[in-house]
């Protein structure tokens, strides 16, 4: 049994036992040529697992078989392992899906979604994003902001779940897009578990989405890199899948990611017990974390129809005077807790199976001495997105020059500028640069928070004409 599930591990096993002598790649041949250091800290098996092109794997037939269990767990039509995570899988969904087309998006997405954009030379239609007062954090457009500017496109992206974890039911708006011939990718990249357990936000898959991406790495327990694309339905070929793929991805996938993915999904067709567990595990430290006095996102919270994944706890400093990123500072240097991600107002942790009530203890103990000594701090509102007024491949073919970030208002973005996490573009290709974005992200560059798309000495490339 246990065998069927995992025949990619089958193969590294039965390879391994056979004690060959590779005259091949990779160069450090099973471990016997590489640093002491690094075999000190990782031990032996992963050098033993780090194949290539094995001799007496089949792995085109392994892969097939480990993907085809992904599939029928999923209930997908189709599943691809990815070894260059969710990003290559949006990247791919692109170029298979909407090459040249409209793509109806909410601006709040993941920086990969714009470099898909620009990469499949898609035309975006952005919707632009509310956000929920106090906590300051994006939420899904509505179904009615999608039906409104629906006609002009010729397919759908959204992000479901939002890295705060809030989400919707999309099923009434796929239907419509499938009424009217639109093809829908989802960017599932929180949400793997979605399908493992009725407590969580519905499924991408089962909602009806053509495409599905998701960062098995992220919250089920794959290695980091490893993701997969699920075909939920059958208007996109396979082929044409594979195809993109192959044009984003490395030709040699690391078995180490490969044989993590097929273990994630014999691991994950037992995990729905364990994410129940989880669910009132989160509640419990959710309860504990109010009564120290910190806020912590809670569904009555939310407008109708947003639904949230309650493994996610969004708590908010900002009502103490704190600052989510200097609070997750203080958090890792002084007791160890390291979260998810933070942001101006908020601090957001991931709980999964691997927690337990000893985790939470020492979380609610690290929020306790927060609450004592963590200090206050300043915080700027996020600007509006700014306008686009080019489409991200026209902008990234054009001719680009590097300014200081000071004097690139008024000129038009050639790059993205992503403060990271949540990795959300402020600025995107193509979008013209404004006063209130370099004021906003002068400010968090001194707050120390991590800002992508800036050279060191704070300069942004900016598009120069065709
Ligand atoms: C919403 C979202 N989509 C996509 C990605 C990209 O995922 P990966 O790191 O697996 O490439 C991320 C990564 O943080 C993300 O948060």
Request: neutral net charge; proline residues 8%; charged residues 20%.
């Amino acid at each position: 049994m246990t065998k069927k599930m995992t025949p990619l591990l089958e193969g590294v096993r039965r390879y391994i036992e056979d004690n060959l002598a590779p005259f091949q790649t990779p160069g450090h041949k099973q471990g016997r040529w590489v640093s002491k250091d690094l075999k000190d800290l990782m031990g032996e098996a992963p050098f033993l697992m780090d194949l290539s092109e094995p001799h007496g794997i089949d792995l085109p037939g392994a892969l097939a078989q480990a993907q085809d269990l992904a599939r029928a767990s999923s209930g997908a039509k189709a599943s691809f392992f990815l070894w260059n995570g969710t990003t290559g899988g949006i990247l791919a969904s692109f170029l298979a899906a909407c090459p040249g087309k409209r793509v109806l998006l909410s601006r709040c997405a993941h920086r990969s979604v714009f470099a898909a954009l620009a990469l499949a030379g898609a035309e975006p239609i952005y919707l632009l994003p509310q956000t929920l007062p106090k906590w300051e954090i994006f939420l899904p457009p509505s179904i009615e902001e999608y039906k409104d500017k629906f006609k002009a496109a010729d397919a759908l992206f959204l992000t479901h779940p939002s890295y705060w974890g809030l989400a919707r039911n999309w099923q009434e708006l796929f239907s419509l897009a499938h009424s009217q011939d639109k093809l829908v990718i989802v960017d599932q990249a929180h949400g793997p578990h979605f399908r493992l357990c009725g407590k969580l936000p519905p499924d991408a898959i089962a909602m009806g989405a053509d495409l599905v991406v998701e960062s098995t790495h992220k919250v089920s327990t794959a290695l980091t890199q490893a993701s997969m694309l699920h075909l939920g339905t059958e208007r996109v070929a396979p082929p044409l899948v594979s195809e993109a793929l192959s044009m984003v991805q490395s030709t040699s996938p690391s078995f180490l990611l490969l044989c993590s993915l097929e273990a994630a999904v014999a691991q994950d067709a037992k995990a729905g017990p364990l994410w129940e567990r989880t669910v009132q595990l989160a509640a419990g430290a959710r309860a504990c974390l109010q009564a120290l006095g910190w806020p912590v996102l809670h569904k009555e919270e939310l407008p109708r129809g947003i639904v949230q994944d309650p493994t996610r706890l969004v708590v908010h400093v900002r009502g103490k005077g704190q600052s989510g990123i200097v609070a997750s500072q203080f958090l890792k240097e002084r007791v160890g807790i390291v979260p998810e991600m933070a942001d101006q107002h908020n601090v957001v942790l991931l709980l999964t199976p691997a927690d337990d009530e000893k985790t939470i203890e020492r979380l609610v103990a690290g929020f306790a001495l927060l609450a004592k000594e963590g200090k206050e701090a300043g915080a700027i509102p996020q600007p509006p997105f700014p306008k686009a007024v080019l489409s991200p491949k026209l902008a990234i073919c054009g001719t680009r020059q590097l300014l200081p970030l000071q004097k690139a208002v008024g000129e038009v973005a050639g790059a993205m500028v992503v403060p990271y996490p949540p990795g959300i573009p402020l600025l995107a290709p193509g979008d013209a640069i404004e006063k209130e974005q370099v004021e906003y992200l002068t400010w968090i560059r001194k707050q120390g928070w991590q800002v992508d798309g800036l050279t060191c000495e704070g300069e942004i490339l900016v598009y120069r004409g065709g």
